[in-house]
């Protein structure tokens, strides 16, 4: 297998470590220019809505914040079953890191929404399939976290919170689909469209760049709290030789 | 076939002579129902408005409640090594272990419920509609259990974490039945499309939660 993609290319944790510190400084500068155009185009470029005003400003740290939460997910998902299956080594270390980062996104977009229900909604919180949906996965997040860290013996937690990860993967398309499937306050998709996005141009720039910029600073959380954690178990492992 | 009915019966058995333990699950039940009209006030309307919902909920509760010994038992005294170890595969002894969980609380839940229903002043239409959909739901609710008893096997606060881990699973299990019975009660709503869509999350966690629950057990006992 020498040709070729291989995830099993990154089983190596020093190669993972040169792979993740040359990436690190692009993640990092390309987060702090995005961030930087990003929020003087949704706060100052952008024009307010015609019905909502500047509350709509609102919706350029919401929704990268809830594509993030969902996309942490899909990965957690994804690492727990390549823990699984192919007993991937960096798999449980990612798991590890992207769950109280994904967790923190989810909170951040529904504490998003809910500011953004009351002025739009005259409430700030309904029990709205979207709602719903979303708050059961910051408890599929939190629940990963909290037996993550249960058990004395750190594999077994890891293990346990990859199933656990790999079940609530249904939860995604009951989210994405949820605004379809039962008719609710929560607005439908608006972006990605089979007949295009149904925003105007002026706002999807500016949101385009916000998501963008969100991107690439979660990876850039995530792969420091993986490098942290691998250069732990390596010095803990180098006292234990010692 | 045999050596499912044989774990079947040893647990159901075991459950029996233990009897104490399927009454506190009823108990329970009926106790944290009679909670309501105490908190809400003893207005009928009031209690009949929120009758079902309250049975199903304290029904999901009561079901939580026994399930952190589903496998502890098993666990601490060897016999769940042993069962790795026979000739049933493990993914039919999670549904056997279920299934026990269900005969021995799902069950005594749905011949209490009518009790509880009556206690906080049902509407006499809703007994049918709720019980049926308690019937589904609750096979539900001892497929996802008996995952997170799998999963949280061995560890530091088991009981509080596996609520923390299934309570959202259950949410769902919870919007169908509670749709299930609003549909049946509303004269011009058809329930058959509620009816079909909790009997498809039953049929999907029946193909799903052995093979998780076997792959968590499996975990525990490396």
């Known amino acids: 297998m020498a040709t070729g993609f291989n995830i099993h290319r990154f089983a190596n944790p020093g190669r993972f470590l040169r792979l993740a510190g040359a990436l ?11 961030f930087a155009v990003g929020l003087y185009l949704a706060l100052v470029g952008s024009p307010p809505d ?14 990268p914040s809830a594509w993030m939460a ?4 899909g990965l957690l998902g994804a690492a727990g079953a390549s823990a699984l299956i192919w007993r991937h080594p960096l798999a449980d270390v990612a798991s590890e890191a992207i769950a109280p980062v994904g967790a923190g996104f989810t909170f951040v977009a ?4 809910s500011l953004w229900g009351k002025p739009t909604w005259g409430t700030y919180w309904v ?33 346990s919170a990859a199933i656990i990860a790999v079940v609530g993967l249904i939860n995604l398309p009951i989210i994405k689909y949820s605004v379809d499937w039962w008719n609710t306050l929560h607005q439908s998709e608006s972006i990605l469209r089979m007949d295009g996005p149904s925003i105007d141009p002026s706002m999807l720039w500016p949101l385009f760049t916000m998501i963008v910029a969100f991107t690439l600073y979660f990876f850039a959380v995530v792969m420091t709290r993986m490098k942290a954690m691998l250069l732990e178990a390596r010095h803990r492992a180098a006292a234990f030789a010692r | 076939m045999s050596a499912f009915l044989a774990l079947l019966k040893r647990d159901l058995v075991l459950s029996y002579r233990q009897g104490i333990d399927a009454w506190v699950v009823v108990l329970f039940f009926l106790a944290a129902g009679i909670l309501f009209p ?12 929120v009758s079902t919902g309250v049975v199903l909920s304290m029904a999901a509760l009561a079901a939580l409640l026994s399930l ?9 005294d060897g016999s769940l090594d042993l069962m790795v170890l026979g000739p049933l595969p493990l993914e ?15 069950l005594p839940l749905l011949i209490a419920a009518p009790l509880l229903a009556l206690m906080l002043n049902a509407p006499s239409e809703s007994y049918g509609p709720m019980l049926l959909a308690l019937a589904l739901a609750t096979p539900a609710l001892s497929l996802l259990g008996g995952l997170g008893a799998a999963l949280t096997l061995g560890s530091r606060r088991g009981g509080i974490l596996l609520t923390l881990l299934i309570l959202p699973l259950y949410v769902p299990v919870l919007i169908f039945a509670a749709g299930l019975i609003s549909r049946s009660l509303l004269l011009e709503d058809d329930p058959t499309g509620a009816l079909l869509l909790l009997s498809g999350v039953d049929l999907g966690l029946l193909a799903i939660t052995p093979w998780a629950t076997a792959a968590a057990l499996r975990q525990a006992l490396r």
């Open chain 1, 70 to 73: 969902m996309m942490g997910y």
């Open chain 1, 127 to 159: 029990w709205d399939a979207r709602l719903t949906s979303f708050l059961v996965l910051f408890f599929l997040y939190v629940g990963h976290i909290a037996l993550t860290h249960a058990f004395d013996e750190r594999q077994r937690g890891r293990r």
């Open chain 1, 24 to 34: 690190l400084p692009w993640l990092t500068g390309g987060a702090v220019i995005l």
């Open chain 2, 92 to 106: 039919l002894t999670a549904l056997a272990k279920a299934l026990a969980h269900w005969l021995s609380t799902g």
């Open chain 1, 50 to 63: 015609y019905q909502q005003g500047d509350t709509v400003r609102i919706m350029y740290i919401h929704v």
């Open chain 2, 68 to 76: 952190d010994r589903l496998y502890q038992g098993d666990f601490e």
């Open chain 1, 110 to 113: 529904l504490v998003t929404g």
């Open chain 2, 38 to 49: 105490f908190a809400i006030g003893p207005e009928p309307n009031a209690l009949m408005r």
